[in-house]
């Protein structure tokens, strides 16, 4: 397996025949090797299917004074799922570039008492891919949410930029 750089997605020409699954373990290898903090938040990929990615992490290892979760780590958990998804997108199409949150914007709605589980869908982005292929850069606005006993508990709203690399 490829080591990437971390906000990197640098895909060879075969990256266009990888399958999602491989793509996923890319992404978690990638997660592992060059970005520590995913170790500490015990972030996994729980599932993926082209439009919509879940990121799953325990609560113990992420909780406040309260028992509840931890600000920071909902909104790193949130940041890195849209990170992530981007990043999958990109593969998914073969494509290389440079990923980075260029504004990230999140609310705390409810305390967070369970699980943590990260969830961002990925709508009609065309217009960003055609002017990625024009000018080289391109920003995907990307919403992740994240639940508790049911009910929207942390809505993160972020920007993402991506530079293609030639």
Known sequence: MRVLPTATTDMSDSAA???RDELCRELEA?????????RALGVALRRFDDA???LAAD????????????AGSLYSI????GWSMIHLQLGLRGLAGS?????????????VTEEI?????FDDHDAAFTELAHSGRARFPLTAKIASAGKVAVEFEGDFAVK???
Do not use: D, K
């Not at 609560?59 to 931890?70: C, E, R, S, Y």
């Not at 949130?78 to 799922?81: I, N």
């Not at 589980?117 to 869908?121: K, P």
């Open 52 to 54: 919509t990615l879940e």
């Open 78 to 81: 949130s940041a890195l799922c």
């Open 164 to 166: 293609s690399q030639a």
């Open 30 to 38: 990638l997660w592992r090797e060059r970005i520590p903090l995913t």
């Open 17 to 19: 025949s990888l399958t």
């Open 117 to 121: 589980v990260a969830v961002c869908l």
């Open 99 to 111: 990923i980075v949150l260029a504004e990230g914007r999140i609310r705390y709605l409810r305390p």
């Open 59 to 70: 609560l113990a290892p992420n909780v406040n004074i309260h028992g509840t979760g931890f």
